[in-house]
T-cell receptor
Framework: GNSVTQMEGPVTLSEEAFLTINCTYTATGYPSLFWYVQYPGEGLQLLLKATKADDKGSNKGFEATYRKETTSFHLEKGSVQVSDSAVYFCALNGGSNYKLTFGKGTLLTVNP | GAGVSQSPRYKVAKRGQDVALRCDPISGHVSLFWYQQALGQGPEFLTYFQNEAQLDKSGLPSDRFFAERPEGSVSTLKIQRTQQEDSAVYLC??????????????FGPGTRLLVL
């Protein structure tokens, strides 16, 4: 079956630091990959997605590249802000399986 | 436009009580999903509707869980005889078309259920 493994947190960074949150997956077929973000007190929001190998998803300064050879979709941002503090979830949706399969989430705290 | 809404936002139930959780998807969205999120975990799939048809209920943890979407819009997740292990956040999501591999699902704020 499908599964997602992401870096366990919590991750604490200073403002303007570089961020990487690792995500690897196991899937049958050819999945689409997603990063969702959950800000405090709010619902899950799509941050970015990629639907085929070598695609790069990007949004709000965040980027992730779909690497089929390493089955990875690592999230990166060059300079984090306090407002980026949230829980980040990696997820996949593959083949005829329309369900999202999520990782456990990574709590990011950015200090001023 | 309005996003996915859920009510109530918080629900406290005594063990053995029945609860009903409501989801209003984005208008016109064909697909509707329910997920369960335990504390410190990622959401896990419960069930999927395409319009009013429940096409997959493989994630429902027991026969105490029941979901419906009778007119293809609003959905209700019902839990009968609640148990403490049912305590979780219940998330509803909708997507515009019939479920596709790369289709974006839009999530509601969730209902936090606490069973005492």
């Amino acid at each position: 079956g499908n599964s997602v493994t992401q870096m366990e947190g919590p991750v604490t960074l200073s403002e303007e630091a570089f961020l990487t949150i690792n995500c690897t997956y196991t899937a049958t077929g050819y999945p689409s990959l997603f990063w969702y973000v959950q800000y405090p007190g709010e619902g899950l929001q799509l941050l970015l997605k990629a639907t085929k190998a070598d695609d790069k998803g990007s949004n709000k300064g965040f980027e992730a590249t779909y690497r089929k050879e390493t089955t990875s979709f690592h999230l990166e941002k060059g300079s984090v802000q306090v407002s980026d503090s949230a829980v980040y979830f990696c997820a996949l949706n593959g083949g005829s399986n329309y369900k999202l399969t999520f990782g456990k989430g990574t709590l990011l705290t950015v200090n001023p | 436009g309005a996003g996915v809404s859920q009510s109530p936002r918080y629900k406290v139930a005594k063990r053995g009580q029945d609860v009903a959780l409501r989801c209003d998807p984005i208008s016109g969205h064909v697909s509707l999903f329910w997920y369960q999120q335990a504390l410190g975990q990622g959401p896990e799939f419960l069930t999927y509707f395409q319009n009013e048809a429940q096409l997959d209920k493989s994630g429902l943890p027991s026969d105490r869980f029941f979901a419906e979407r009778p007119e293809g819009s609003v959905s209700t997740l019902k839990i009968q005889r609640t148990q403490q292990e049912d305590s979780a956040v219940y998330l509803c999501a909708s997507s515009l078309v019939s479920a596709l591999r790369g289709e974006t699902q839009y999530f509601g704020p969730g209902t936090r259920l606490l069973v005492l």
